[in-house]
């Protein structure tokens, strides 16, 4: 059974960082596409990046671009999104996510937020 498990978020300022964490288990993550989403109140999904560990292809949406950097723990099948220079607009719970045998590359994960299973939450919280 696929369990992903976000941890490490927080409240932070404004230009603040937080580095968020995933324990993933029950798959491991080569033949998978793996990623981050975020949701705020009241809003629908938001891609924020993902890689899709069959191609080793990797994407970032506009707003994260420059400021977050996704990376993977293979060994301890862990996965990490440092976020950078956060701002109030940043504030939402984060959720990190997989899908099994991809057929898309990660740039369709990030525009689509569509993986297969993802865990609980995380808050992340920006004041201004």
């Known amino acids: 059974e696929v369990q992903l498990q976000a941890s490490g978020g927080g409240l932070v300022q404004a230009g603040g960082s937080l580095r968020l964490s995933c324990v993933a288990s029950g798959f491991t993550f080569d033949d998978y596409a793996i990623g981050w989403f975020r949701q705020a109140p009241g809003k629908g999904r938001e891609g924020l990046s993902s890689?899709?560990?069959?191609?080793?292809?990797?994407a970032y949406a506009d707003s994260a671009k420059g400021r977050f950097t996704i990376s993977t723990d293979k060994i301890n099948n862990l996965m990490y999104l440092q976020m950078n220079n956060l701002q109030p607009e940043d504030t939402a719970v984060y959720y990190c996510a997989a899908d099994r045998s991809p057929v898309y590359g990660a740039s369709w994960y990030v525009q689509s937020a569509d993986f297969g299973s993802w865990g609980q939450g995380t808050q992340v919280t920006v004041s201004s």
């Open positions: 890689i899709n560990m069959r191609d080793g292809s990797t």
